[in-house]
Structures are given as C-alpha cells and as structure tokens.
C-alpha cells in the first residue's frame, strides 16, 4: 500500500466522512428548539404558549403546550395539549400520529389520528376520531396537522418559497393551508431589532400572519389572527432556546 501523507490522509478522512453522513442532514434541517410566547386576545394577556421540537434517531415530536395565565386563570382552568409525532427520512417529515386534548371545557374537543402508511411509497390511510365523533382520510404523504404544519412552513421559507401550501388535517376535516410572503419587517424583541420575513394565509374574513426571524431557523417571533380587520389573537415570543442554547 502506498504511503499517505498526514495532509492527504485528513482530507481523504473529511471526504468519506461526508459522504457518509445520514441524508437527512442537510441545510434547511430544522435544530431542536423551545419557543414560548405570550398571549394577548383583544389587548389583554390571558396566557402562555410553549411549542417545543425534539428530535433522535429518524423520529420527531413537535409538542404545544397552552394555559390561561392572570386575571381569566382566576376563573377557567383550560389548557391545551397537543402533540405531533412524525417520522425523518431523506430530510422529509412524514406524520405517524397527532393528538390535541383540551382540558377545562364542557365540550369535547379532543382529537386523536393516526395514520397507516404502505411498506411501498404512496397514500396512506387517517383514522381516529374528533370531539367522540369518528374520521377517516386518504393522505398523501406530505399531509400534516394542525401544528405540525409549522415545521413545514419554516423549512419552506428557509428555501425561499413564495407559496406554501399544506393539506393539513384540522379537526374533521381536510383543508388546505396557503401562506404567502408579505414582505420583511423589522421587529424589537429584547432589546434587539430583528429582521422578519412575514407571510400570511386569507381564510374567509380572518387572516393569519406569522412573522419567521432568518437568523434563528424561521422560528415565528410574532402571529396575529385578525378577524373582521381587528386583531383578534397575538402571539409574542418571550423566549427562544436553540439545541439547548438560549437565544433570545
């Protein structure tokens, strides 16, 4: 065997070392990452909300947690669980199975899917049930739910998309979401201006529109729900931990 030197042994090193790392580490690959924000509805802060992405060994869980904070926690003990377990592979997201339980209500809100995709690539089969109530969906394999779809969103933007649409399981039904760009702002968020990419969906008369920050992942800083042209819903972050580190 013919002799190496050192310099043409690492690089030779970095070469196979590269090619062999697993697909799905590519650029737009999402870091694990805890986002909490602050509540406003119609000018008053009624809660907390903590979205929270773990990831390990091909397999994802996306999780939100809401709870009525101050004043209105006084007198409803609602909180909000709901989760979404997905699969990796080739740097896709594939949905395995969701869960959104409303505690504090009279009325049930619960939904529960899980869905059965082929051994070979192709549509896969939603069941559960919604509020007691039974459902059932042919989906494709980019299908996601109603918080999942998120992940999408921000990996979407990261590669400069200008429309972003996602069938999304919401509830009993199969809708789609379209999200388009609506240009940058620059927000203030502890002392910092960050620049914002800003897209929103039109549904009827309520618009949704989120504002993603480049700089950490196209995490959302900011989403509103107007209704009617008056802000019904705000959501401001309070703060952002990245693979453990807190950023903001």
Not at 109 to 125: E, H, K, L, M, Y
Not at 207 to 213: C, E, M, P, Q, S
């Amino acid at each position: 065997m013919p002799k190496m030197s050192p310099a043409k042994f690492i690089k030779l090193f970095f070469i196979l070392t590269l090619s062999t790392l697993p697909s799905h580490v590519r650029a737009d690959a999402l870091l694990d990452f805890t986002a909490v924000y602050q509540v406003e509805k119609y000018d008053s802060d009624i809660g907390r909300t903590t979205y929270q992405l773990q990831q390990d060994a091909g397999t994802a869980h996306f999780s939100m947690r809401t709870e009525l904070t101050g004043f209105f926690a006084l007198f409803r003990k609602d909180r909000i669980k709901e989760d979404s377990w997905l699969s990796l592979s080739n740097g896709e997201l594939k949905l395995q199975r969701y869960s959104y339980i409303h505690e504090g209500s009279k009325r049930d809100r619960n939904t529960q899917i899980s869905i059965q995709w082929p051994a070979q690539p192709g549509d896969g089969v939603a069941s559960g049930s919604h509020a007691g109530k039974s459902i059932r969906f042919d989906v494709s394999p980019g299908v996601r739910d109603a918080l999942s779809f998120q992940l999408s969103l921000m990996r979407d933007a990261a590669r400069d998309d200008q429309v972003m649409d996602y069938a999304v399981l919401s509830k009993d039904e199969l809708k789609h979401y379209t999200f388009k760009r609506a240009g940058t702002d620059t927000l203030t968020i502890g002392g910092r201006d960050i620049t914002t990419l800003v897209v929103e969906r039109q549904s009827g008369e309520r618009t949704t529109r989120l504002w993603l920050a480049p700089e950490y992942q196209y995490t959302p800083v900011k989403i509103e729900l107007i209704e009617d042209d008056d802000s019904d819903t705000l959501m401001r972050i309070d703060a952002l931990t990245l693979n453990g580190k807190r950023v903001l």
